[in-house]
Protein backbone atom coordinates (compact mmCIF):
# COMPACT_ATOMS: atom_id res chain seq x y z
CA UNK A 1 0.00 0.00 0.00
CA UNK A 2 1.21 3.66 -0.50
CA UNK A 3 2.07 5.45 2.11
CA UNK A 4 3.13 9.31 1.43
CA UNK A 5 6.24 10.46 2.74
CA UNK A 6 6.43 14.31 2.54
CA UNK A 7 9.66 15.95 2.28
CA UNK A 8 10.60 19.79 2.58
CA UNK A 9 9.72 21.88 -0.25
CA UNK A 10 12.24 23.29 -2.16
CA UNK A 11 13.50 27.06 -1.72
CA UNK A 12 12.07 29.92 -2.91
CA UNK A 13 15.42 29.90 -5.81
CA UNK A 14 13.92 27.01 -7.58
CA UNK A 15 10.48 28.39 -8.36
CA UNK A 16 11.03 28.06 -11.64
CA UNK A 17 11.75 24.23 -11.83
CA UNK A 18 8.96 23.35 -14.91
CA UNK A 19 10.35 19.44 -15.36
CA UNK A 20 8.73 17.62 -18.37
CA UNK A 21 6.18 20.70 -18.99
CA UNK A 22 5.58 21.83 -22.17
CA UNK A 23 4.86 25.22 -23.32
CA UNK A 24 5.97 26.86 -19.66
CA UNK A 25 3.20 25.61 -18.40
CA UNK A 26 0.59 27.76 -20.18
CA UNK A 27 -2.28 25.76 -20.85
CA UNK A 28 -3.71 25.55 -24.38
CA UNK A 29 -7.17 26.87 -23.29
CA UNK A 30 -8.04 30.38 -23.11
CA UNK A 31 -10.33 31.28 -20.16
CA UNK A 32 -12.50 32.84 -22.65
CA UNK A 33 -12.82 29.71 -24.87
CA UNK A 34 -12.63 27.37 -21.60
CA UNK A 35 -16.29 26.05 -20.41
CA UNK A 36 -16.94 23.45 -17.95
CA UNK A 37 -17.14 19.36 -19.15
CA UNK A 38 -20.46 17.91 -19.39
CA UNK A 39 -19.58 14.07 -18.32
CA UNK A 40 -20.53 10.68 -20.58
CA UNK A 41 -23.52 9.22 -20.73
CA UNK A 42 -22.57 7.20 -17.29
CA UNK A 43 -21.08 9.93 -15.10
CA UNK A 44 -19.23 9.13 -12.53
CA UNK A 45 -21.30 8.97 -9.06
CA UNK A 46 -19.97 10.92 -6.44
CA UNK A 47 -20.43 10.33 -2.45
CA UNK A 48 -20.10 13.98 -1.00
CA UNK A 49 -19.58 13.34 3.07
CA UNK A 50 -18.28 15.72 6.12
CA UNK A 51 -16.41 13.83 8.04
CA UNK A 52 -15.74 14.49 11.63
CA UNK A 53 -12.65 17.18 11.61
CA UNK A 54 -12.74 17.44 7.81
CA UNK A 55 -15.03 20.10 5.91
CA UNK A 56 -15.46 17.85 2.58
CA UNK A 57 -14.15 14.06 1.73
CA UNK A 58 -15.45 13.11 -1.93
CA UNK A 59 -15.31 9.84 -2.95
CA UNK A 60 -16.55 8.29 -6.40
CA UNK A 61 -15.97 4.90 -8.33
CA UNK A 62 -16.57 4.48 -11.72
CA UNK A 63 -15.29 2.52 -14.70
CA UNK A 64 -13.82 3.39 -18.04
CA UNK A 65 -12.98 1.40 -21.21
CA UNK A 66 -8.67 1.65 -21.08
CA UNK A 67 -6.63 -0.83 -19.45
CA UNK A 68 -4.94 0.44 -15.92
CA UNK A 69 -1.66 1.15 -17.66
CA UNK A 70 -3.48 3.65 -19.89
CA UNK A 71 -5.40 5.43 -16.89
CA UNK A 72 -2.00 5.73 -15.24
CA UNK A 73 -0.39 7.09 -18.14
CA UNK A 74 -2.89 9.64 -18.26
CA UNK A 75 -2.42 10.78 -14.61
CA UNK A 76 0.98 10.77 -14.36
CA UNK A 77 1.25 12.95 -17.51
CA UNK A 78 2.95 16.42 -16.69
CA UNK A 79 1.26 17.90 -19.64
CA UNK A 80 -2.15 16.45 -18.91
CA UNK A 81 -4.09 20.03 -18.36
CA UNK A 82 -4.34 19.45 -21.91
CA UNK A 83 -7.26 16.85 -20.74
CA UNK A 84 -8.07 17.83 -17.70
CA UNK A 85 -9.74 21.27 -18.67
CA UNK A 86 -9.97 22.80 -15.66
CA UNK A 87 -6.10 23.08 -14.94
CA UNK A 88 -5.32 26.48 -16.22
CA UNK A 89 -1.85 26.31 -15.98
CA UNK A 90 1.15 24.48 -14.20
CA UNK A 91 3.45 26.70 -12.15
CA UNK A 92 5.97 24.21 -10.30
CA UNK A 93 6.76 20.98 -11.06
CA UNK A 94 10.37 19.33 -9.68
CA UNK A 95 10.84 15.21 -9.40
CA UNK A 96 11.71 14.86 -5.66
CA UNK A 97 12.66 10.91 -5.94
CA UNK A 98 12.14 8.12 -8.91
CA UNK A 99 13.82 4.59 -8.89
CA UNK A 100 11.78 3.59 -11.97
CA UNK A 101 8.38 2.38 -10.57
CA UNK A 102 7.76 4.96 -8.00
CA UNK A 103 8.33 8.67 -8.28
CA UNK A 104 7.67 11.63 -5.41
CA UNK A 105 7.03 14.64 -7.47
CA UNK A 106 5.92 18.40 -6.20
CA UNK A 107 3.49 19.76 -8.25
CA UNK A 108 1.62 23.23 -8.18
CA UNK A 109 -1.51 23.70 -10.70
CA UNK A 110 -3.66 26.80 -10.86
CA UNK A 111 -6.82 25.48 -11.13
CA UNK A 112 -9.70 26.69 -13.13
CA UNK A 113 -13.64 26.84 -11.38
CA UNK A 114 -16.80 27.67 -12.45
CA UNK A 115 -20.46 27.49 -10.43
CA UNK A 116 -23.53 29.43 -11.60
CA UNK A 117 -22.63 32.74 -12.91
CA UNK A 118 -19.65 32.87 -10.74
CA UNK A 119 -15.96 31.90 -11.67
CA UNK A 120 -12.29 31.77 -10.64
CA UNK A 121 -8.93 30.23 -10.25
CA UNK A 122 -6.78 28.65 -6.77
CA UNK A 123 -3.71 27.49 -7.21
CA UNK A 124 -3.00 24.34 -5.10
CA UNK A 125 1.37 22.90 -4.63
CA UNK A 126 1.11 19.16 -3.41
CA UNK A 127 2.98 15.85 -3.01
CA UNK A 128 2.31 13.04 -5.23
CA UNK A 129 3.66 9.62 -4.67
CA UNK A 130 3.12 7.23 -8.07
CA UNK A 131 3.61 3.90 -8.39
CA UNK A 132 3.40 2.09 -11.73
CA UNK A 133 3.32 -1.14 -10.27
CA UNK A 134 0.23 -0.55 -7.86
CA UNK A 135 -1.25 1.41 -10.44
CA UNK A 136 -2.04 4.22 -7.63
CA UNK A 137 -0.76 7.19 -6.49
CA UNK A 138 -1.61 9.56 -2.89
CA UNK A 139 -1.60 13.62 -2.83
CA UNK A 140 -1.03 15.63 -0.13
CA UNK A 141 -0.65 19.60 0.16
CA UNK A 142 3.36 20.39 0.20
CA UNK A 143 2.42 23.94 1.54
CA UNK A 144 -0.86 25.61 2.76
CA UNK A 145 -2.43 28.58 0.82
CA UNK A 146 -6.54 28.69 0.02
CA UNK A 147 -6.71 25.00 1.36
CA UNK A 148 -5.55 23.65 4.77
CA UNK A 149 -6.46 20.28 3.43
CA UNK A 150 -5.83 19.06 0.05
CA UNK A 151 -5.08 15.42 -0.24
CA UNK A 152 -6.17 12.23 -1.73
CA UNK A 153 -5.49 8.81 -3.88
CA UNK A 154 -6.19 7.13 -7.27
CA UNK A 155 -6.20 3.64 -7.92
CA UNK A 156 -6.77 1.88 -11.07
CA UNK A 157 -7.75 -1.65 -11.26
CA UNK A 158 -8.58 -3.77 -14.22
CA UNK A 159 -11.81 -4.34 -15.56
CA UNK A 160 -13.19 -7.92 -17.21
CA UNK A 161 -15.13 -8.19 -20.20
CA UNK A 162 -17.92 -10.75 -17.64
CA UNK A 163 -17.86 -6.79 -15.74
CA UNK A 164 -18.31 -4.65 -18.43
CA UNK A 165 -22.30 -5.70 -18.93
CA UNK A 166 -23.20 -5.58 -22.82
CA UNK A 167 -20.30 -6.80 -25.04
CA UNK A 168 -21.41 -4.65 -28.35
CA UNK A 169 -23.72 -7.95 -29.27
CA UNK A 170 -26.23 -8.19 -26.61
CA UNK A 171 -24.33 -10.61 -25.04
CA UNK A 172 -22.11 -11.07 -21.91
CA UNK A 173 -19.52 -12.94 -21.49
CA UNK A 174 -19.16 -15.76 -18.86
CA UNK A 175 -16.48 -15.85 -16.09
CA UNK A 176 -13.45 -18.03 -17.35
CA UNK A 177 -10.14 -18.15 -18.51
CA UNK A 178 -11.27 -15.77 -21.68
CA UNK A 179 -12.05 -13.00 -19.62
CA UNK A 180 -10.08 -10.27 -21.10
CA UNK A 181 -9.58 -6.80 -19.50
CA UNK A 182 -11.70 -3.59 -21.03
CA UNK A 183 -11.22 -1.06 -19.23
CA UNK A 184 -10.03 0.10 -15.46
CA UNK A 185 -12.42 0.46 -12.11
CA UNK A 186 -11.11 3.95 -11.23
CA UNK A 187 -11.54 4.55 -7.69
CA UNK A 188 -10.77 8.37 -6.24
CA UNK A 189 -11.01 10.38 -3.03
CA UNK A 190 -10.24 13.63 -2.12
CA UNK A 191 -10.22 15.14 1.27
CA UNK A 192 -11.03 18.98 0.92
CA UNK A 193 -10.87 22.26 3.51
CA UNK A 194 -10.78 26.12 2.96
CA UNK A 195 -7.86 27.40 5.31
CA UNK A 196 -10.78 30.14 5.91
CA UNK A 197 -13.92 28.53 7.27
CA UNK A 198 -16.35 30.12 5.25
CA UNK A 199 -19.41 30.92 7.12
CA UNK A 200 -22.53 28.71 7.40
CA UNK A 201 -24.60 29.98 5.17
CA UNK A 202 -21.81 29.68 2.07
CA UNK A 203 -20.94 26.00 3.49
CA UNK A 204 -22.76 24.00 1.14
CA UNK A 205 -21.84 26.69 -2.35
CA UNK A 206 -18.34 25.89 -1.13
CA UNK A 207 -18.86 22.13 -1.13
CA UNK A 208 -20.88 22.51 -4.21
CA UNK A 209 -17.70 24.02 -6.17
CA UNK A 210 -15.32 21.07 -5.20
CA UNK A 211 -17.69 18.57 -6.20
CA UNK A 212 -18.47 20.31 -8.95
CA UNK A 213 -14.77 20.75 -10.20
CA UNK A 214 -14.12 17.22 -9.43
CA UNK A 215 -17.00 15.80 -11.32
CA UNK A 216 -16.05 17.31 -14.43
CA UNK A 217 -12.34 16.15 -14.15
CA UNK A 218 -13.74 12.66 -13.81
CA UNK A 219 -15.72 13.71 -16.81
CA UNK A 220 -12.16 14.52 -18.70
CA UNK A 221 -10.73 11.52 -17.57
CA UNK A 222 -13.80 9.46 -18.96
CA UNK A 223 -13.66 11.13 -22.12
CA UNK A 224 -10.03 10.81 -22.68
CA UNK A 225 -9.81 6.55 -22.02
CA UNK A 226 -12.75 6.71 -24.66
CA UNK A 227 -10.80 8.32 -27.28
CA UNK A 228 -7.57 6.37 -26.63
CA UNK A 229 -9.69 3.24 -26.61
CA UNK A 230 -11.36 3.96 -29.91
CA UNK A 231 -7.85 5.08 -31.10
CA UNK A 232 -6.51 1.42 -29.98
CA UNK A 233 -9.31 -0.44 -31.28
CA UNK A 234 -9.41 1.53 -34.70
CA UNK A 235 -5.80 0.64 -35.22
CA UNK A 236 -6.21 -3.66 -34.09
CA UNK A 237 -8.65 -3.68 -36.52
CA UNK A 238 -6.93 -2.14 -39.45
CA UNK A 239 -3.82 -4.79 -38.50
CA UNK A 240 -6.46 -7.28 -38.86
CA UNK A 241 -7.92 -6.25 -42.06
CA UNK A 242 -4.82 -6.30 -43.75
CA UNK A 243 -3.29 -9.42 -42.16
CA UNK A 244 -6.53 -11.28 -43.80
CA UNK A 245 -5.54 -9.62 -46.80
CA UNK A 246 -1.90 -10.29 -46.98
Not at 153 to 174: I, N, Q, T, V, Y
Not at 179 to 198: I, L, M, N, R, T
Amino acid sequence: MLKLVKTESNKAGSEHVLEGIDGHGKSVYTDEAWAPSEVLYEPPLLKVTQPKGSFCTIDARFAVSLDPDGVYDIIIDPNNRHVFKNIKEVTYRKVLEDDGNRQLVEVEQLGRWKFLFLSGSFASRVIVEQNRQEHALVFDLAKQGMMRKFSGSWKFEPMKASESGDLGHGERRAPGHDDPVVGSWVSFQQVVEPAVKPPWPLNNYIRGIAEKIVREMLGDLQRECQRLSDVQNNTTSASENVAQQS
